[in-house]
């Protein structure tokens, strides 16, 4: 049994750094595109300048807030990924110039040889990620998982979530049947029960719990740091530094009044993204400090992850990630 979880843990990794690859030939995941906030672009055309930036968003990222205010003296072009993977591998296909990611994504990626760089980072928000049961299971400690059937997002920051977890109360990946499910897929197997427990981020996380009345077992308090972090294609980091010095200055100020107006956010950001606003709001009072400069405490956090996946197995080799850090960019979000 144990053999054969690791050789299945190996295979999955491959498919994934195979999938990142193959993006550059095949576009990677699909993304909906958005026209810019000021002024309308198409992605060629965004591509063709240096002063304009193509920009991959997750629902309810930071980068949404932007989004939705207004960016000012800026092209910008907006692409909606389901995940992080996703975006990464959009970054690496070269149909983006700058994403948002949390720890994960950027440690597969660079693993996989993905060009790019991390020029902002988010502060911790250990609350915006949890393992959720349904509301009647039986499961209600971690030590209850055991045999059970767990859904994540393969390669986002919840895997690292549920290691250590799994860790901290004696399990490892080897006492669970991980299932690798996109959140639009886990949802739906969540709710039929085909699967045990689901370890998923907002605002998936704050809608079941709204809607469909699931159970927080834990979270990642204690655990994991759950930081976020702005990355960029080694191409726009040499072609595009100035448009992405404005990008980051007026995220930050973005992200500082949201911070700040926690309900207002969920209010601002709740009709563009389809999504009730009283399903926001919890998620929006958790989602950290916002943008933090990058220093070497977050790279020895990002490190340990990276560390970690390499020790299981999860990918191939080990990788030193200050190679993708640049703190050049530090001085734009303040």
Known sequence: MVVFASLWRLLSTLALLIGVLASAACGGETATTSAASTT??????????????????????????????????????????????????????????????????????????????????????????????????????VEDLRGRTVALNRGSNVQYLLVKLLGAHGLTLDDVEVRYLAPADARPAFESGAVDAWVIWDPFLSIAQATDGARRLADGTGLVANHIYFVASTSAVRRKAAALRTFLAQLGKAVRWAVAHPDERAALIGGLLGIPVAALVDAARRSGPGLVPIDDGLIAGQQEVADTFARLGLIPNPIKVAADFDTAFNGAIR
């Open 40 to 141: 309308s672009t198409s992605p060629s055309a965004t591509a063709a300048s240096d002063e304009s930036l193509r920009v991959g968003y997750q629902k309810y990222s930071w980068e949404t807030v932007l989004q939705a205010r207004g960016t000012r003296n800026l092209e910008v072009s907006w692409s909606e990924f389901p995940s992080g993977p996703a975006i990464t591998e959009a970054l690496n296909a070269g149909s983006i110039d700058v994403g948002e990611l949390g720890e994960a994504p950027p440690v597969f990626g660079q693993a996989a040889g993905v060009p790019f760089t991390t020029v902002a980072a988010a502060g911790a928000a250990p609350m915006s990620e949890a393992v959720l049961v349904a509301r009647d299971s039986p499961i209600h400690r």
